[in-house]
């Protein structure tokens, strides 16, 4: 009974907090409630007997994806909030609507499918000793390709966001001294 | 006594629609993108559920892919919003609907 409570409650929090990542019109307010809902979302993996998933998702959404998204928001920010402006796209209503068809989609087959109504037949543990061996052993071969995956993709992200400093190189001339250019009178000792 | 599987899977649906919504209602470049982080979320919780109310929990096959899942999210995340700031810095802009310049 209180393990429905619980999961009643985190559940309307992580709701309510998507809801107002995706509804709220100031970017860094959707950024701390998409963290929020990732958390709550971190609450139900622990819920689920999942812990180092519910962990990992902590340091790895609220930690490192939630800083991120804020810093994007830090880095774009001069034209996003003036008033009177539009947040939405114009097809906004077709997009809601779709995703209420998506919603139906997925929830009434969920909802009308009775071996979909049941407890959990045994008791499930995922420790963290079994996870590690788990990765070196069968895994492993998918462990080394997120690292290759990871490795590129941080990469990639430098390289693209990495501010182009054009004609640096294909200057040939040198670069002029600055104190002769400005004028200013250089005293020697 | 625990929730059952159901319901679990009809909060995912949950998610998974309200990013959706976000993500193509939405404007802004960051917003989409973080509808399509709560769509993959809601995808790993839908793992998790049926890892832990399946036969054999042991197999630990959910747990696994969602923690490969996490990894390439993570990639993701990283990759989008790098283009959403080499975007804005060429176009002075990251709403969605200013950047049609392929558009016959």
């Known amino acids: 009974m209180l393990n429905e409570i619980a999961f009643y ?14 509804a709220l019109r100031q970017l860094v307010h959707c ?29 790895v959404y609220v930690g490192a994806i939630a800083i991120l998204i ?14 009177g402006s539009r947040q939405s796209s114009p097809s906004s209503l077709m997009g809601i609507a779709a995703a209420l068809l998506v919603l139906s989609g997925i929830a009434l087959p969920v ?3 009775p071996s979909l109504h049941r407890l959990p037949v045994t008791t499930a543990a995922a420790p963290v000793k079994l996870i590690g061996v788990e990765l070196m052993t069968r895994y492993v071969l998918p462990l080394e390709m997120a690292g290759i995956l990871l490795t590129a993709a941080l ?5 693209i966001a990495m501010r182009e400093e054009p004609e640096t190189k294909l200057d040939p001339r040198p670069p002029a001294p600055r104190r002769a250019e400005t004028g200013e009178v250089v005293s020697l000792p | ?43 790993n919780l839908n793992f998790i559920a049926f890892w832990r109310y399946g036969a054999h929990p042991e197999a630990l096959t959910g747990v696994m892919f969602v923690l490969f899942s996490i990894t390439i999210a ?30 016959g």
């Open chain 2, 74 to 103: 993570a990639a993701e995340a990283a990759v989008g919003l790098a283009l959403i700031i080499a975007i804005y810095r060429q176009r002075k802009t990251t709403q969605v609907d200013g950047l049609d310049t392929l558009k």
């Open chain 1, 9 to 22: 409650l985190i559940a309307a929090v992580t709701l309510a907090c998507a809801v107002a990542a995706m």
């Open chain 1, 111 to 113: 909802l009308s499918s």
């Open chain 2, 1 to 43: 006594m625990n929730p059952l599987l159901s319901h679990y899977l009809v909060v995912s649906a949950l998610l998974f629609s309200i990013g959706f919504a976000g993500a193509v209602a939405r404007r802004s470049a960051i917003v989409v993108l973080i509808g399509i982080e709560l769509m993959l979320n809601a995808a």
């Open chain 1, 70 to 83: 804020v810093f994007a928001v830090l880095l774009t920010r001069a034209d996003e909030i003036i008033p």
């Open chain 1, 31 to 59: 950024a701390l409630c998409a963290a929020a809902a990732f958390a709550g979302l971190a609450m139900l993996y622990l819920q689920l007997d999942a812990e180092f998933v519910g962990f990992a998702q902590l340091l």
């Open chain 1, 155 to 159: 990469l990639g992200a430098v390289v």
